[in-house]
């Protein structure tokens, strides 16, 4: 029971909580803010609680909460605290959704001939959740290495060395991860590393006890996981100044365990991450 001397009208309450009327209204007609009885002339009163509730409601609505659940909190079936937590984790992935989006304009802006087309690929490929972008690379690599007895090490090295990006990408990392998403989608490029890898297990089941020893496949898969991998998340191009030092290591690693000298010969490929392929 309410006191009736104690009820204030709507217009009222709009006074004392800087709303307008028919803000109040909706509260009201929503369930939000009902009021606590009605004036012989059936205008709506409102008790010393309502102005509390209006102020919660407001404060909730500026922080994006819809009114469903705005009204569960009122109603007792949500906490402040469980909306809060619920709340700041949906505004994080909102927050890093937000900072992939500028690294891609950023990037369409640095490129002057960037088109409609490659602009809405690079958008797409950026957005997608962290799981979908690690499926793409971890398809990739199923499909190269199935059924390839000896190479189930250098498969394992490369899907936990898989790279991803930051919460706070730059335009090159951005760049570097939809070359390697478009690079490892490509069913040319597929089938090229599914050969090699193939040549690999054919060579390692033919070639004479210690030549191509399980060591040195393990020293240079996990050296390929570790370097290309690290270098590939950090945006480092692959025909950069900065690669060379790189591509150098595993091409020498690599010549090493075919017992070959390491030089510019072509045909000699260094099985590795990504566009982390040198020829």
Avoid at 47 to 67: C, G, H, I
Avoid at 92 to 119: G, N
Avoid at 159 to 164: E, K, L, Q
Avoid at 254 to 275: I, K, S, T
Wanted: with cysteine; hydrophobic share 45%.
């Amino acid at each position: 029971m309410h006191d009736d001397a104690t009820l204030i009208t709507i217009g009222a309450l709009a006074r004392l909580t800087g709303l307008p009327v028919r803000t109040l209204r909706f509260y009201s007609d929503s369930g939000l803010v009902a009021p606590a009885g009605r004036s012989e002339a059936g205008y709506r009163l409102y008790d010393a609680d309502a102005a509390a509730r209006v102020e919660l409601v407001r404060t909730l609505r500026e922080l994006d909460v819809d009114l469903p659940t705005i009204k569960r909190v009122l109603d007792r079936e949500l906490s402040v605290a469980g909306l809060a937590r619920t709340h700041a984790a949906a505004l994080d992935a909102q927050i890093r959704l937000l900072r992939l989006q500028r690294a891609v304009l950023q990037l369409a802006a640095a490129r002057d001939t960037t088109t409609p087309k490659e602009m809405t690929l690079m958008h797409d490929l950026a957005r997608i959740g962290a799981d979908e972008r690690r499926n793409i690379v971890r398809d990739f690599v199923d499909e190269v290495f199935d059924g390839l007895d000896g190479q189930t090490s250098i498969a394992a090295r490369m899907r936990m060395a898989i790279p991803d990006l930051p919460d706070d990408p730059s335009p090159v990392q951005v760049e570097a991860w939809i070359e390697l998403a478009e690079l490892v989608r490509d069913d040319d490029f597929r089938r090229r590393i599914r050969a090699m890898a193939q040549r690999g297990a054919q060579e390692r089941v033919a070639a004479p006890a210690g030549e191509l020893e399980r060591e040195s496949y393990d020293r240079l898969a996990a050296a390929v996981a570790e370097r290309a991998g690290a270098a590939l998340a950090d945006g480092v191009d692959p025909v950069s100044a900065q690669a060379r030092p790189i591509v150098a290591e595993l091409a020498g690693l690599f010549a090493q365990l075919h017992g070959r000298a390491d030089g510019p010969v072509r045909g000699c490929q260094v099985n590795c991450v990504g566009a982390w392929c040198s020829v």
